[in-house]
């Protein structure tokens, strides 16, 4: 009941899943990534406890595709989920049980994997896909939404819209961005207008947030309080 793409962008070893489907709060249950190791979604009648599992044996330096076999050995309802994952090294696998509604299925990339399960019809993978390999000219971020939006285009999930999510991260232990679009009539539309957003409010500040080079983050009050000037806020900190 979804489709997403799990990627590595080479240029800055960061980890992205997109993902849409027509149900309630998609991010909350199909995206996992962890910085350094790899990117997972887990759908089709999700086991969450799969992508925690997928990323702990990659972690461990297995292959994506065996981090798969081993988490979904001890699932006695794999026929119904699909898996597919990413590691740093930019290689792919995917799972598609035996029960999945159609069409489903996936196609793998490179650095990336497509997969989808009770969609419209095969173009919708190929086209996110192709779109997603082409176009290279965009930042990493848009170019996971331009691809979501091409299979939707080709039709999408087969039950109609409802949410859908963006998580990129790099070098820190929580997502760069964490964008969710839990019920909307046009998720993916919402999700580009929060994207956005994103570009204008909270990317700027990324360099002074704490982090592991820097565990406190920017704590000048005076050059805190002279961005917010430049934003034309009037605020002080207690002194």
């Not at 009539?185 to 500040?205: F, G, K, N, T």
């Amino acid at each position: 009941m979804t489709w997403s793409i799990v990627a590595r962008d080479a240029a800055t070893g960061a980890f992205a899943v997109a993902v849409t489907t027509c149900n309630l709060a998609v991010g909350a249950a199909c995206p996992f990534l962890r910085s350094g190791v790899g990117a997972v979604s887990t759908q089709s009648m999700s086991n969450r406890y799969l992508g925690p599992a997928v990323l702990d044996a990659m972690a461990r330096g297995l292959s994506p595709q065996l981090a798969l076999d081993s988490a979904l050995a001890g699932d006695e309802g794999r026929g119904l989920r699909q898996l597919h994952a990413v590691d740093a090294a930019g290689r792919v696998a995917a799972f598609t049980g035996a029960n999945c509604v159609e069409w489903c299925g996936s196609v793998a990339g490179d650095g990336f994997s497509v997969a989808g399960n009770m969609l419209a019809n095969a173009r919708v993978i190929a086209d996110t896909a192709e779109v997603f390999d082409r176009r290279r000219d965009l930042a990493f971020p848009e170019r996971l939404m331009a691809a979501l939006h091409a299979g939707q285009a080709a039709g999408g999930d087969r039950r109609g819209r409802q949410s859908a999510a963006l998580l990129v991260t790099t070098t820190e232990d929580f997502p760069d961005i964490n964008l969710r679009v839990d019920d909307h009539p046009d998720p993916l539309d919402e999700l580009s207008r929060l994207l956005a957003l994103w570009r204008v409010q909270a990317e700027p500040s990324l360099p002074t947030r704490p982090s592991r080079a820097n565990p406190a983050g920017l704590t000048d009050l005076d050059a805190i309080e002279a961005g917010w000037r430049a934003r034309g806020l009037d605020l002080r900190f207690r002194r």
